[in-house]
């Protein structure tokens, strides 16, 4: 293990290089394999689905089969929400232009990575189409985003979709297994089980997981370690702050709500969006519940981004929890 | 010294001044040899320059919008604090305002 | 509970040009230029202090004689570039019939700008310029309103325009008018009252207006008694009255009268607001809905920025309804002044921009973005690097030893 670019995340340390170390997308690595027999007809990429299911191990592994072992000299990674606009974003890729070599051999484009495209706002979307178009001659884009419906039709039009989805639990299970062997730990098959359950398909999630817990106890991993660690990592202050909320107790909340704010430097859009993913996995709420309070939460993140404090929408927001909270307590005391 | 905005006249003055009451605000009459308020941008410059060509005070009367008649300042109570002072502007005579059938009146036009 | 949602400023609002009270001369110019098809001067300049008709007369203006009126309002981005985009094309298009015949359908359309005088000097690059290049070629006509015409950066636009002049309204008609509400609003008030009230307020309508409405709402009366308040309504009224007062009003109307003679700042008044909220309302229902208020108010705020400084009206608008959401549940409390930052207090810029930085590292060397190191790496790699320090770990990831020590003390959040 000593070597400087070894990968020490394992994340990256198991990483598939090449598409045939691909387990489980045949489908998806056999179609870009075709595009791939004649590279100059290849068309952009769009990689779509949810996070951790392998749409960024594909694109890296099409830069490392066109380009070899200098494929970093060809490609440019770039995430749209790092980027303060489509016009950094339209920079970053002229300065790239003119300083890498366009052609490698057979190849004459060079790669342009960009994730987290559906982020960008429609009119980014729209210079980003131009942007495609006047460096068509000259770079190929492989387009990286979990909901494609959010990319606009030209886009979309100009690009070959892939769509990923969620891995299943086997699949996951077996390669955290894989790993652990490799690195000589035990991973019990409860512990395996909790980190899967927590992860929810995104195989990242799981292998930092993985990670961590073997750091805290070494060469084997139970269900025990695996609770500590997810503990540690798990937005538990946002659950409390939500149930407090609910149940009525806005100052207890807010107080929370602004340790949380405090203590870790979140946005307000990162908590709200915190908020969502915690509603999800409450099990005292009806599905009905949680759809009624999605929508409350969506109309106050719009209003997060025009507003001018976002301690005063986040407050709001648990308000509405409070008015809301008087349903969950009479069909909890009902159950 | 009262004067109808309308039409008033004044002794014969020098062209100099003449043309500053046209920049000020009036107009002439060639033929009835009167002048009018044409503007009233510059309202109190004006009554400042026609106050120096008679060489006396220059008051305008006030209309009273709900009896039509017309009455002077200095009858009213709010003058002193009042901006538009002896200007010839619409206005509520003291009568009309404490009146109250004259007040019923004027809104049965409404 | 009876609750006057409408404002009467509002509501009285005046439909038709003889509605208007006050400055008879002055509307009639207006009428004039409009009708002779603006001969003498293309563009006219209203001018005067607030609150005495400018608006007003432009609007009714409109409505009897059918123009649509488009309008730049005050300190909106008047850049050339926006302006062109707005004016130009609102000033192109010019019905054949103005005036003459009785057609009812639209006539066309008004340029208004108004609080020109509010287009600074250098943000505006080229707005004065630009006002006047689209004067010259409008073949509608443009109208301009201002509170003071004689600033300095004005002048070039003064000699394109027919310069009308609204003074002060006369307090016997601004007491004329407030007797003519108390009929229609079936409030009985004392003639003293309506006259302190129309003395206090200087000849502005819509201040005395709102003033007669915050007084004499609850009980349809008004004394002269009544009015004592008014005279503190001169003098600025500082944070924590102002806080009072916005918490224990009883109407809309008054709120608004209150924080239009406030000189508190509207930022910091905002989060006091927010701070104490829960402290005024306690039950869940009213809390809720008056939060909902002040974040739409907050909007507001964000939307004005620095510039937009009309919206200032939906700002209070919302503000108010945030204060007078059950006014029968008032309770007198303890406040919290000045506003909270916890925010601020614990996240300084050196945290984040450290924080920032980490992302960064974390995101090249796995390929992620800044938001999606710090949601999904940062917890794990700290637990990493608190259980071992391990340094080819910090090595790989190429960390700083500030970067390292910021990581590990870092609270769970």
Not at chain 1, 74 to 88: H, P, Q, V, Y
Not at chain 1, 180 to 185: G, L, P, Q, S, T
Not at chain 3, 113 to 133: F, P, Q, T
């Amino acid at each position: 293990m000593a070597a400087n670019e070894e990968a020490l995340m394992w994340v990256e340390k198991y990483r598939p290089k090449t598409l045939d170390e691909v387990v489980g997308l045949n489908d998806i690595v056999e179609s870009i394999k075709a595009f791939m027999k004649n590279p100059k007809t290849m068309p952009h990429l769009m990689l779509a689905g949810i996070p951790g299911t392998g749409k960024t191990t594909i694109a890296l592994a099409i830069a490392r089969t066109l380009y070899g072992a200098n494929w970093r000299n060809f490609t440019l990674e770039l995430n749209a929400s790092d980027e303060r606009g489509i016009d950094t974003v339209r920079e970053r890729i002229k300065d790239f232009s003119r300083y890498s070599r366009g052609s490698f051999g057979e190849i004459p484009f060079s790669l342009i990575i960009l994730d987290e495209c559906d982020q960008m706002t429609g009119p980014a979307q729209t210079a980003l189409r131009r942007i495609m178009e006047t460096s068509s001659r000259t770079s190929r884009f492989i387009l990286i985003c979990n909901q494609s419906s959010k990319i606009i039709e030209p886009i979309q039009s100009r690009c070959a979709i892939f769509r990923f989805s969620r891995l299943d639990k086997q699949a996951m299970k077996e390669h955290l297994q894989c790993i652990a062997k490799k690195e000589n730990i035990t991973l019990l098959p409860e512990a395996a089980d909790k980190i899967v359950d927590f992860s929810e398909g995104d195989l990242r999630h799981a292998i930092n997981a993985l990670q961590t817990a073997s750091a805290y106890k070494d060469g084997c991993v139970d269900d025990k370690t695996v609770a500590l660690v997810i503990g540690e990592a798990s937005p538990s202050q946002v659950q409390k702050m939500i149930r407090k909320a609910l149940y009525g107790d806005f100052i207890e909340s807010r107080k929370t709500m602004y340790e949380i704010m405090g203590s870790f430097g979140f946005s307000g859009s990162e908590i709200i969006r915190q908020i969502q993913r915690e509603i999800f996995k409450m099990s005292d709420l009806t599905p009905e519940q949680k759809a009624e309070l999605s929508n409350i939460i969506g109309d106050y993140d719009y209003r997060l981004t025009q507003g001018a404090n976002s301690d005063i929408q986040l407050s709001a927001l648990l308000a509405q929890f409070g008015k809301f909270g008087k349903n969950v307590e009479e069909t909890y005391a009902a159950k | 010294m009262v004067l109808n905005k309308k039409a008033f006249k004044l002794p014969r003055v020098e062209k100099d001044k003449f043309v500053l009451l046209m920049h000020l605000g009036c107009d002439y009459n060639r033929d009835q040899g009167v002048f009018s308020i044409k503007s009233y941008n510059n309202i109190e410059k004006l009554m400042e320059t026609i106050s120096g060509i008679l060489d006396n005070e220059v008051i305008f009367l006030q209309s009273c919008i709900r009896c039509g008649k017309d009455f002077a300042c200095g009858d009213c109570k709010y003058d002193e604090l009042c901006t538009t002072k002896n200007l010839p502007f619409g206005c509520v005579c003291p009568q009309c305002l404490r009146d109250r059938k004259h007040f019923e009146q004027y809104i049965e036009k409404f | 509970m009876q609750r006057n949602d409408l404002l009467w400023v509002e509501k009285y609002r005046p439909k038709k040009i003889e509605d208007i009270i006050g400055n008879e001369e002055a509307k009639a110019s207006f009428v004039e230029w409009l009708k002779t098809k603006r001969k003498s001067k293309k563009a006219v300049l209203l001018y005067g202090p607030p609150g005495v008709g400018k608006t007003a007369l432009v609007n009714a203006a409109a409505r009897e004689f059918s123009f649509t009126i488009i309008e730049m309002n005050a300190s909106d981005t008047r850049s050339e570039k926006a302006i062109n985009a707005v004016a130009k094309p609102a000033t192109s298009y010019v019905a054949l019939d103005n005036f003459s015949t009785n057609q009812t359908k639209g006539k066309g359309n008004l340029l208004f700008l108004d609080e020109v005088d509010g287009i600074a000097g250098n943000e505006d690059r080229g707005g004065v310029s630009a006002i006047i290049k689209i004067v010259e070629e409008a073949l509608t006509p443009v109208i301009m309103a201002a509170n003071d015409p004689d600033v300095e950066k004005l002048r070039p636009l003064k000699k394109v325009c027919l310069l009308i002049r609204f003074q002060q309204i006369r307090i016997p008609l601004v007491i004329a008018l407030l007797q003519k509400i108390c009929l229609l609003e079936h409030v009985k008030a004392e003639f003293e009252a309506l006259e302190r009230i129309a003395q206090n307020s200087r000849g502005d309508v819509r201040s005395a207006i709102n003033d007669l409405q915050s007084l004499s709402e609850e009980n349809h009366s008004l004394t002269l008694q009544d009015t004592a308040m008014l005279s503190s309504r001169n003098k600025d009224i500082s944070m924590d009255d102002t806080l009072r007062g916005f918490f224990s009003s009883k109407s809309i109307a008054e709120v608004s009268s209150l924080l239009s003679y406030s000189s508190v700042d509207y930022d910091d008044f905002l989060l006091s607001v927010s701070d104490n909220l829960p402290r005024r309302y306690t039950n869940p229902a009213e809390l809720a809905a008056a939060y909902d208020f002040v974040s739409q108010a907050d909007v507001f705020r964000g939307r004005i920025g620095t510039e937009y400084w009309h919206l200032l009206k939906y700002f209070f608008n919302n503000l108010s309804q945030a204060a007078a959401v059950n006014p029968q549940s008032y309770k007198p409390f303890e406040f919290i002044s000045p506003p909270i930052r916890i925010i601020t207090l614990f996240w300084t810029k050196g945290k984040r921009t450290m924080l920032d930085g980490i992302c960064g590292k974390i995101g090249a060397k796995c390929h992620v973005s800044h938001s999606k190191a710090k949601h999904d790496f940062v917890p794990f790699v700290k637990m990493l690097l608190q259980k071992t320090k391990n340094s080819f770990l910090i090595a790989w990831f190429e960390f700083s030893p500030e970067e390292v020590d910021f990581l590990v003390k870092m609270n769970r959040f």
